[in-house]
Structures are given as structure tokens and as C-alpha cells.
């Protein structure tokens, strides 16, 4: 039987045109043309200053656009205010290729991937397409981060409020953080820089397969990359590369990415089960942490009071096929203003949703749908609780809630059939 | 693909050719010769003194006929006091003691001509040492008849626009004379003041030194510092119209005092191309001018694994009129200059090849082609070849044809200017002398020393590197093609592969150049060739016939292709 | 008299006697028969129990929704369902050859009908067991998608799309079984149309704001909402 190669022959020709490189940049696009000139305009800059004694590789992949995206990367400029900037030492190679997988950012990834390894980079780095205009030094330190460093894998880490982005904050870090003994700020972002190793381990892994998969790409790669066979670390930036993100509705947000997030624990359960968190090395942390200068955003707390109160009683029967009876009794208390939704039962709750995942109690999705309305009792609670606080108070809060998370996982991981019961 | 116009085809015929003297002269010789730069006192010592002399020079010339080379290029050998090795000159016409006698000197031109070697040699125009006659004269008084012969005045706020060249070691162009209590004019070292080329005697006292040499038999000058002869408040004193003016008004003498003998002025003049070109004037002025630039771009090329920095100085290179050549070396007997090249390119040099800041020296790196190649036979070669095909004539300097060493401790550029190692006998078989009398130490660090590097052992063996260079000065004098035809750039997608075509006439030869230190698949295409056989230049072996598909070619590390393109 | 007596007692106990010496093989066999019926059943259930884990079907049940609901009508373990069905439906066959074997009369006839009825039967469980599936996935599906997405009356509107798919397969394994197949149609069909078009004015009427919000946030997603800040 013959090889089915992810790999088009234009991009193999362009790939042996571009020959042995230090640093590839891959960018997933699809039509992106509104934003992508001064992104690709920054990588140039940077290639060009910065990183000018590094052999660089633009890559992008082109997911189907039809505002002429490819057009642009290619010229390199949008318009002819954008002056092209020239490389002082090296030829530029600047590969775009459009992608004719099944659609999705995954199979993008996997070529960049798949393309860095070929190439022998030391550092690969994914951008975001739709991000910010970036500034040209920053991205270089971001590019250069993994052979710098000698990290595997590197996320970027804006400056957040603790009130801002609660998601992240109440779900989604801390689920991660403590399946793994350690997490990233910002595990669902959708930059990274990661070394060929961690390419060449993960661009021929069967996790592309799963079409599942695509959504969830972002946040399974951080939780690969927090296996304790990789040397993981954070760099702290002055941009928020989330800005462009902004606009996705609430409970289609908080499907994909809290599904994205069960998915992950479910695909790696055995792994992250087996280890002892206490153990885990720490993220490495590059830079220092940046002052946030925009102000939090105001959330609408009392609608998603509401949304919780009314979502506990329609959705009781779905809830109480994974969630005993002693925490739905503690569930409904707090629905009914009697009690604090605290890191204790929040974090009992996410980890009974894990159960429910890896069990096949219900569907992935399904689970993630039936958290919103908790989440939002739980992060109104969280928001209205730390409003007067501060953020070094929030901060407080969000270490308790870790603690908790680190509890309910001791507790989960006890109950495991074939488990010892495992200290805290 | 790109068209760098080169000189216009002019193709070689007999017809072409001049008879003068009893001898058939080709006007144009200068664009098929290998020039061959060398130090008299660094070649050969002949009476034991351990300086090297003519008569050393005369004794070795079956080693530069052996290698195949066409003319010697002589550094300065005139009386001097050696402060900027030779370019100091106090006595234009005659001959440094050291080095021997002018009948030393008439004996070596007799016997290299009888070997059909030609000889050109050093024309200082820009300046005497501070020792010369003229100079002593001149400051002995501002009255002096001799006073115009050199650039006076007493503030030194004239010419404030021209930029200091040596700027390790002077502060300014203008030094306080207190003799005669004036500032003179130097473009280079304090001890080197400037000739007044607006004085029109000074033009007739050079020309007399031209014509005393030409009558002696020299084949031509390479003419040192061109751009600065004349200065002019305003400007940076610099390829000034009134130089051109000096320059081709003693081109036309030569031409008209020397008709038939094909005398050759060749311009030292570190500039960008575009500067350059001027100084071929109309095919009035100069018959060559060194190309500095691309010198640096081809060491940059191969640590870069990039051909971008050679087409990019080829596509500033500008056409020459008929008869122009240019003259190409890897290096030579100053620093490898880094003066056009940009700060980021400059850091980049310094940064791989000169890590040790001891090697750095000006704008530039002291050092030798072997070393700076960490002695990697495969990278000197692709760069001797890459020299020898590239459009213009190759200039070799004493020593890289069997990959000298030098030695940075030294002071200046002394390194690079050690006595050449003939053998691993006494002495490197250079002098015949004590070796306290030496001129300077020999090379004997245990990879680069006389021991292991030297003519003989070299003579000797038929992997060595002396016999490729000799192989490939064969390969390259099988055609015209090399020194007069038109130069293309090919541009396959792999820029680790630097690719050109020579064409004269129906001739054409494919080169193709590896420059990684990895083997490489490369795609050209060839379609205009379709038909072809490509016929490898070293081996004859034969290649697959061009199709109009695309010609895919496989290079070894550093590997280089050179294809005759045979339609049969 | 008393030997009349005795002959006729010995002659009716002679008859019974006969008789039931007539009687005995076939009712030894039938005794024999429903033994190796009950083995055999036995043994189906052990094989279709260990099929069944083999295939997984229990987790492909579960998948469907019906394992879930299995679970509330008391059956814990879906391959040990399985494995009685097969218990019985082997012993029944057992015995009904038993009765064959007995002689009694109309076994012939009921154990051809029970063996043309039974893969019809079999097909009309297996169909509303996949109905049952069906519905309780709809059911949960749009429960969950309604209050995500904040549309009132979420339970309702889940319990109609269940009991639509509940009566439709019902219908459907009705049908198959053959009982009262007309009735069975058009009862359905009035009922789904009059249901269908209550929804269809409920959402279009009564919730022309819910259908609107539905579909611009299907539709036109990626637009900025100005009062929404990101939970990301």
C-alpha cells in the first residue's frame, strides 16, 4: 500500500528550496486578509532585524481562502503603504500552500509541524493570523524562544486581570493545571513556539485523525506539552493576541473550548492519572510579567445568576446522571442563594464532569453543554465575591481555587478502579 | 534568471591579434590571464640575506610557469622606508637594495618573458613617503620650487568632507608639518603625504616614472589609489571628474608612446561597483579595476549557505565598455576589506570568520584564504572555482595555491605577508640564510607551518592542493569562454545553489555551485539549452541530455559543477 | 360383582397403565428435551452474554443513549439482558419442541407461527429500542442546546422532540409486529402533524425573539456583540 503523504509536491519543492532552516513561522489563515498584512509585515521585520543571522522559514497554510489571504502573504504587503522589507543576508522564502485536508486548524498545524521537522528547525512557532499588529522585537523573542531556551514548548502570556476572562480563569487553566501538576496561563491560546522535537514527536500522531480533534487543537497541544517528557515554559508578552477573539457567543465558546478540555484529560487520561502532581517540574517562565492597561470588562453577573439558577432546574435530570446527589443537594443550595458556590464544589463538580467524560456517561459535548449554566453560577459567584478585593485578592481566590482542584483531582484519582488511593 | 551585461562579446581571433616586436600580441590578453600577486622579499632570497630578492624571484619563475599562471604582479619594490610596506615610496625609479640591482630587475623581466609570463608592477600615484626627495624639498620651505609638488595649507579646515580611511591609526587627513609650519594633505598614513596633481609638472614627473618602467619592459601598472588624486573643498575628494581628467590623460599617453605592446593599467580603486565604473571611462582610461565588493560576498555567501549576496552585488554591478575586465581576488595582500558591506553584513563577517577581535584589523580581517576556511579543502576549492568563472580575471595571491597560513600576532598586515614555504628543509627553502636573519619568521604552527605546507611536498603529490589549481588553471585556459563571455544568473527555487552561464560565441559553460555544507538537489531550468549534453570540464564525463523539462542536479557538501554544453 | 368390580379396575388400571406406558417415552423425551433445553438455554445465554462483551454492545447501547435509559427501568447491565433474552427464546424453542414431542396436539402449528413471528418481533424491539435511543439523545440534545442558549420552555420543547421519536418508533414496531397496523398510522400521523404544527407556531409566533437570536448567533457569529465581553 503507498504512502498517503500529508505533504503536497509544491510544498515538498518548496520545502527542499527552502532547505535546512533555523526558525519556521507558520500561519494558519483563512481569509484573513483584514488583518493579516501587518502580521506578515512584522514577521518580515523581525526575519529581517533580529533574527537576521537565523535561516528563516515563512510558512503559511491557506485553509480555503476567498478574499486572496495567499495573494498577501505571498506579496508580502497588502497595499503599497506596506513597503516589503528586505532580508540584509539571506534569501526570503516565504511559502504559502493551500491546505486540501478536511478543513480545520488542526490539519494546518500538523503540516507546519510536519514542515518544521523536515526542515531541522530549532524553533517553530505558530501565529495567529487575526491577532494584534505585533512588534517585530517581541515576536523575535517569541520565535526564538525554544533554541534560546531550550524549552520544547512555549505559550505566550499577555497581561490578564484576574477578573478578566473567567473561562480560563475558573475552568479551563485551573482543570488542566491540576491534571498535570502545573498549566499555562493561557492554555487555549492559539500561538506557540515549540522545538522540532516536540514537532517531530506530535506531527505524526494520531490525534490529527480524530476530527475532534480540530477545535480542541489548541488546548490539546497544551496539554501534551504539560507531559512531564517536555520542557514547557511561558513567555510573558505586552500584547494580547486574544483581542481578535473576542466575539465568539458565550455557549458556543464554552462548548469548544470546555470540550476541547475534557477531550484532552479523556485522550490522556492514563498519563495524567499515572503521575503524581507534587512531582511535576514548573513551568519555565521567560520575561516579566507586564502591567495590564486596559480595564476589566463589566460581565453581566445577575443574567448569569439567573442562567445558573434556571439552568439548574431544567437541566437537573441531565446533571444528575453524573453529579451525586450530595452535590446536586449542594448545587441547588447555591442556585437558591443559600450557600457560596466555592472552589470546594466547583472543583468537585469539574471533576465529576471528567468522570462523566472518560466513563461515557454522556457524550463530551454533551457534559460541556450541561457545565454552562454551573459555570456561569460559579464565575458570577467568583466575580461578585472578588469585585471589592482587587486583583491580588482574586489572585487569592484563584489559588484557593487550585488548592481545591488539586483535592478533588487526589480524590478522583482514589476512586479509579485498579488506583491506589493517592495523597494530596 | 538574471543578465549581468558584461563586456561587450568580443570574440578572441587571431586577426585580433597585434603583431609588435616580432610577437604575436592579443590586446586583450589581460582578460584570459591569471594574475599572480607576490612580494619580492617574501618569494625567494637569492643571496642569503634572508630578504628575498630578484634574483630569488628569477631562480622560482618555473614554479609559476609550472602552476600555469600568465602574470606576475609585483608589489612595491622600490626604495622605501618600509613604513606601509612599500607603499612609501622614496625613490620611484630605481630598485630596494635589498631586493637587488635594476640589472637583477632587467634579468627577471628577460626570463619571465622568455617564459611567456608577463609582469606588471606598482604605480603609486597618490603619494610618496615623506622620505622622498621631492617631499624633503617641499617642506624645507614654503618657497621652494618643489612646495606645489604636495597639498598645503595652514588650517586644516579645508577638505573637511573627506572621510579618514585609516582610521585605527590617524586622527585626521591633515598633519602639522613644523618645518615649514603648515598642515599637509594625507589620505592614508601621516608618513604618506599626497602628490598635488593640479601642479601639471607633478603629471610630467609621473609619466616619466611610467615611461621608465614601460622602457624597461613592464606590461603594465597596477595603479594604487586612484580616487583620490585630486581634491576639491565640498566634496568628499573622492572619484573626482579632475582625477578622471589625470587618469585618461596618462592612458593616452601610454597608448600613444606603447602602440601594439598592450600595456595594462589596472585600478586599485575599494569602491561599489557603480563608483568604479567610471574609472573604465569609454575604454579611455582604465583596461581592469579590482571588483572589491563581491570579494567579502562570496566568503558571505558560503557561511550564509545563501547565493543572495552575490546576486545581489552582481545586480548593482554595472556593464563595462569594450576591452574592460574585471579583476577578482579572494585575497590579497591587505586585509579582507570590509568596506562595502553594510554594518549588519560587517558584524556578520567579523562575528564567523574573525571571532578573535586580534584578527580584526580596519574595516577588515588579516587573514588568509586556508585559515579562513579552517583549512577545509573543499571550501577553498568551490571558492578558487567559484573565482576562476565568475566574469572577470582571477588574481591569485603567493602562497593560497598550496593554502599558507598566516599568523594574526603580527603587527599590521604582516601575517598574510610571511616568506613563502618552498620546502620542509631550512628555512622552508626560502633564504639560504640563518634564520635570525629572516625578514620575518616563517609559518610553523603544526596545520599551516612550512613542515606540513609547501611547494615541494605539494609538487609531489596529485591529491594535493597545488595540483588541483594547477588542473583547474588547465580547465580554464581550454577556452575563451572564462575571460570574455557574457555572465547569466540562473535562479532555481534551492538558494543554497549559486548558478551561472558563460557564453562566447556558440560556446556556453553551465557552472553550478553548492555552497552548503550539505548535499543539495537542485532544479534548473534549462529549457533554452534543450538538447544539449552537458560535458563535465574536470573529468569529461558525460551528463544526461537537457531535456525541456526541468534539469535536476544532486551536489556533493561544497560541491561545484563546471558543464560544457555540447550540441551534438 | 366384586370380580366385575376388580375387572373393570383392573382393566381401567391396565388401561392407564397401558396408556401410560404408551405415554411415557414421549413424555421422558419431552422431560428430556425441556433438560437440554434448559442446558442449551443455559449455555446461549453464557455464549450471547460473552458475544455481546466481545462486541461491545453494551457500550455501543450506551452510546445511544438507551443504555441510560435501560439502567432506569431496572436493567443495570445491557449484556445480561441480552444474554436472558437468549436464555428464553432458546428455551421456549426447547419447549415447544417439548410439547411436539409430547403429542400434544396444536404445538406444531403454534411453534411454526412462533418461528415466523420471531424475527419480526426481534426487528420491532430492535426498532424501538433504537427509538428509545434516538428520543433520549434528542431529548438531552435539545434540553442542553435550549438552555445554553437561553430559549424558555427548554424542557418542553425536549419533551416533545422525545415523545415524537418515541411514538414514531412505537408506530414503527408496531407495524412490524403487524398490530393494527392502519389504526396505528393514522393515529400517528395525526398526532405528529398536530404536534409539528404547534411547534411550528410556538416558534414562530410565540418565540419570534428566540428565533431570532437563534439564528443570528448561528448566522452571523463572528459579529461583534458590543454587550457581551469574552469569557476567553
Not at chain 2, 637569492?46 to 609550472?66: I, K
Not at chain 2, 593554502?403 to 620546502?423: A, H
Not at chain 3, 401410560?20 to 428430556?32: D, I, K
Not at chain 3, 438507551?66 to 444474554?83: C, I, Y
Request: aromatic residues 8%.
Amino acid at each position: 500500500m503507498g504512502h498517503q503523504s500529508i505533504l503536497s509536491d509544491a510544498l515538498l519543492e518548496d520545502l527542499v528550496a527552502a532547505g535546512q532552516a533555523d526558525v519556521l513561522v507558520g500561519i494558519p489563515t483563512l481569509n484573513d486578509v483584514h488583518t493579516i498584512g501587518p502580521v506578515v509585515q512584522a514577521i518580515g521585520a523581525a526575519f529581517a532585524g533580529p533574527l537576521h543571522r537565523q535561516r528563516t522559514v515563512l510558512l503559511n497554510i491557506d485553509l480555503g481562502s476567498s478574499d486572496g489571504t495567499p495573494e498577501v502573504i505571498r506579496r508580502g504587503s497588502r497595499s503599497d503603504e506596506l513597503v516589503a522589507v528586505r532580508h540584509p543576508l539571506r534569501t526570503v522564502h516565504r511559502i504559502s500552500v493551500p491546505y486540501h485536508g478536511a478543513p480545520g486548524r488542526s490539519g494546518a498545524l500538523r503540516l507546519v509541524l510536519a514542515a518544521a521537522d523536515l526542515l531541522g528547525v530549532r524553533s517553530v512557532a505558530i501565529v495567529d493570523p487575526a491577532r494584534g499588529p505585533p512588534d517585530p522585537s517581541a515576536l523575535a523573542t517569541f520565535f526564538l524562544a525554544p533554541h534560546a531556551t531550550g524549552l520544547d514548548f512555549v505559550r505566550p502570556r499577555p497581561p490578564r486581570s484576574p477578573h478578566e476572562a473567567p473561562l480560563i480563569t475558573q475552568l479551563v487553566r485551573p482543570l488542566i493545571a491540576a491534571a498535570w501538576g502545573r498549566g499555562f496561563a493561557e492554555p487555549a491560546a492559539t500561538e506557540l513556539a515549540c522545538s522540532r522535537r516536540f514537532a517531530a514527536a506530535h506531527a505524526g500522531m494520531d490525534l490529527w485523525e480524530r476530527s475532534a480533534a480540530d477545535e480542541a487543537i489548541d488546548v490539546r497541544l497544551s496539554s501534551l506539552a504539560l507531559q512531564p517528557t517536555w520542557r514547557a515554559g511561558e513567555l510573558f508578552t505586552t500584547e494580547d493576541a486574544h483581542a481578535a477573539h473576542a466575539a465568539v457567543p458565550l455557549a458556543r465558546a464554552f462548548r469548544q473550548v470546555v470540550g476541547a478540555t475534557l477531550r484532552s484529560l479523556l485522550e490522556d487520561h492514563a498519563a495524567w492519572t499515572a503521575l503524581s502532581p507534587a512531582s511535576a517540574t514548573p513551568l519555565a517562565t521567560l520575561g516579566s510579567p507586564q502591567p495590564r492597561t486596559v480595564a476589566p470588562p463589566q460581565f453581566p453577573v445577575d443574567d448569569m445568576q439567573a442562567a445558573f439558577a434556571e439552568g439548574m432546574g431544567t437541566l437537573a435530570p441531565i446533571l444528575a446522571t453524573f453529579l451525586p446527589n450530595e452535590t446536586m443537594t449542594a448545587l441547588g443550595r447555591v442556585a437558591a442563594g443559600d450557600a457560596p458556590f466555592d472552589e470546594a464544589l466547583w472543583a468537585t463538580v469539574l471533576f465529576h464532569a471528567v468522570a462523566a467524560s472518560v466513563r461515557r456517561v454522556l457524550p463530551v459535548d454533551e457534559v460541556a453543554m450541561a457545565l454552562l449554566p454551573l459555570y456561569e453560577g460559579r464565575a458570577a459567584w467568583f466575580l461578585l465575591a472578588t469585585s471589592a478585593l482587587g486583583d491580588e485578592g482574586a489572585s487569592a481566590r484563584n489559588t484557593s481555587l487550585a488548592d481545591a482542584m488539586q483535592a478533588a483531582r487526589a480524590e478522583y484519582v482514589s476512586q479509579l478502579p485498579g488506583q491506589a488511593p493517592r495523597g494530596g | 534568471m538574471r543578465r549581468l551585461a558584461g563586456p561587450a562579446e568580443t570574440g578572441y581571433s587571431l586577426a585580433a591579434c597585434v603583431r609588435a616586436g616580432g610577437f604575436l600580441v592579443d590586446p586583450e590578453w589581460y582578460r584570459d590571464a591569471v594574475f599572480y600577486e607576490l612580494h619580492v622579499r617574501a618569494f625567494a632570497d637569492g643571496n642569503a640575506d634572508g630578504v628575498g630578492d630578484f634574483l630569488g624571484l628569477t631562480e622560482r619563475l618555473d614554479h609559476l610557469v609550472d602552476l600555469g599562471v600568465d602574470c606576475l604582479w609585483l608589489l612595491p619594490f622600490y626604495p622605501s622606508p618600509r613604513r606601509d610596506d612599500g607603499y612609501d615610496i622614496a625613490d620611484y625609479c630605481a630598485i630596494d637594495p635589498a631586493f637587488g640591482t635594476l640589472d637583477d630587475f632587467r634579468l627577471f623581466l628577460a626570463e619571465a618573458h622568455a617564459r611567456g609570463l608577463r609582469v606588471i608592477t606598482e604605480l603609486v600615484l597618490n603619494h610618496t613617503s615623506d622620505q622622498h626627495p621631492w617631499f624633503i624639498a617641499a617642506r624645507a620651505s614654503r618657497d621652494s620650487p618643489l612646495r606645489d609638488f604636495y597639498v598645503w595649507s595652514d588650517t586644516t579646515e579645508r577638505y573637511r568632507d573627506a572621510r579618514i580611511i585609516f582610521c585605527d591609526t590617524e586622527k585626521s587627513n591633515w598633519t602639522f608639518d613644523e618645518a615649514s609650519q603648515a598642515y599637509y594633505w594625507h589620505r592614508f598614513y601621516a608618513h604618506q603625504p599626497d602628490l598635488n596633481f593640479d601642479n601639471p609638472k607633478v603629471l610630467e614627473e609621473i609619466w616619466g616614472v611610467m615611461r621608465f618602467w614601460l622602457d624597461q619592459g613592464v606590461d603594465g601598472f597596477r595603479v594604487d589609489a586612484v580616487p583620490y588624486l585630486i581634491e576639491r573643498d565640498g566634496t568628499s575628494c573622492e572619484n573626482l571628474p579632475e582625477t578622471h581628467g589625470v587618469l585618461k590623460e596618462l592612458r593616452r599617453r601610454v597608448d600613444t608612446a606603447y602602440p601594439g605592446h598592450a600595456k595594462v593599467l589596472l585600478a586599485e580603486s575599494n569602491m561599489w561597483p557603480e563608483d568604479v565604473r567610471p574609472y573604465f571611462g569609454d575604454g579611455d582610461e582604465f583596461h581592469m579595476a579590482f571588483h572589491f565588493p563581491i570579494m567579502p560576498r562570496m566568503f558571505m555567501a558560503l557561511r550564509l549557505e545563501d547565493r543572495k549576496p552575490i546576486i545581489d552585488i552582481i545586480e548593482r554591478t554595472p556593464s563595462l565598455p569594450p576591452g574592460g575586465q574585471w579583476g577578482l581576488f579572494l585575497r590579497n595582500h591587505d586585509e579582507l576589506t570590509l568596506e562595502m558591506v553594510t554594518q549588519i553584513e560587517r558584524d556578520y563577517m567579523w562575528d564567523e570568520y574573525a571571532r578573535d577581535p586580534i584578527a580584526r584589523l580596519n574595516l577588515g580581517i588579516r587573514r588568509r584564504l586556508a585559515p579562513l576556511m579552517d583549512n577545509d579543502r573543499r571550501r577553498i576549492e568551490l571558492l578558487t572555482a567559484m573565482l576562476f568563472s565568475l566574469n572577470g580575471s582571477p588574481f591569485l595571491y603567493y602562497g593560497d595555491e598550496i593554502g599558507m597560513g598566516d599568523d594574526v600576532t603580527r603587527g599590521d598586515r604582516n601575517g598574510v605577508r610571511t616568506p613563502m614555504q618552498w620546502s620542509s628543509r631550512r628555512n622552508a627553502g626560502f633564504a639560504p640564510a640563518e634564520v635570525t636573519s629572516l625578514f620575518a619568521p616563517l609559518i610553523d604552527d603544526p596545520v599551516f607551518g612550512f613542515a606540513s605546507v609547501n611547494v615541494e611536498s605539494q609538487r609531489g603529490s596529485t591529491s594535493s592542493l597545488l595540483s588541483w589549481v594547477k588542473a583547474l588553471l588547465r580547465v580554464r585556459k581550454q577556452t575563451h569562454v572564462f575571460g570574455r563571455g557574457t555572465i547569466r544568473f540562473f535562479t532555481p527555487k534551492n538558494h543554497r545553489v549559486l548558478c551561472w552561464l558563460r557564453s562566447l560565441d556558440a560556446e556556453d559553460v553551465l557552472v553550478v555551485n553548492n555552497l552548503a555544507a550539505t548535499a543539495q538537489a537542485v532544479e534548473l531550468d534549462l529549457a533554452d539549452f534543450a538538447g544539449a549534453v552537458p560535458v563535465e570540464m574536470f573529468g569529461g564525463s558525460l551528463f544526461p541530455r537537457i531535456k525541456a523539462t526541468s534539469y535536476m542536479l544532486t551536489m556533493a557538501p561544497y560541491g561545484f559543477y563546471w558543464f560544457r554544453l555540447r550540441r551534438i | 360383582m366384586g370380580e366385575r368390580l376388580l375387572e373393570v379396575l383392573s382393566t381401567t388400571v391396565s388401561g392407564f397403565i397401558d396408556a401410560l406406558l404408551a405415554f411415557l417415552p414421549r413424555l421422558l423425551s419431552m422431560l428430556v428435551i425441556l433438560f437440554v433445553g434448559l442446558l442449551a438455554a443455559l449455555v446461549m445465554q453464557r455464549v450471547v452474554r460473552w458475544l455481546a462483551r466481545l462486541l461491545r454492545l453494551g457500550r455501543a447501547l450506551e452510546r445511544t443513549g438507551a443504555g441510560a435509559a435501560l439502567q432506569k427501568v431496572g436493567v443495570e447491565k445491557p449484556d445480561a439482558l441480552l444474554g436472558t433474552v437468549a436464555l428464553w427464546l432458546t428455551f421456549v424453542g426447547f419447549a415447544l419442541l417439548a410439547l411436539q414431542a409430547a403429542g400434544i396436539g396444536g404445538a406444531e402449528t403454534l411453534a411454526a407461527d412462533l418461528m415466523r413471528f420471531l424475527p419480526r418481533l426481534l426487528a420491532a424491539m430492535v426498532v424501538v429500542l433504537i427509538g428509545f435511543g434516538i428520543a433520549n439523545f434528542l431529548w438531552r440534545l435539545v434540553l442542553l442546546a435550549a438552555v445554553n442558549m437561553r430559549i424558555e420552555g427548554a424542557p418542553l420543547l425536549a419533551a416533545l422532540v422525545r415523545a415524537m421519536v418515541l411514538l414514531a418508533s412505537v408506530a414503527i414496531g408496531l407495524d412490524q409486529i403487524g398490530i393494527g397496523a392502519q389504526v396505528v398510522q393514522t393515529g400517528f400521523a395525526i398526532t405528529f402533524g398536530a404536534v409539528m404544527l404547534a411547534g411550528a407556531l410556538a416558534f414562530g409566533l410565540g418565540g419570534r425573539h428566540v428565533a431570532r437570536r437563534y439564528l443570528e448567533e448561528k448566522l452571523l457569529a463572528k459579529k461583534p456583540r458590543d454587550d457581551e465581553p469574552s469569557h476567553l
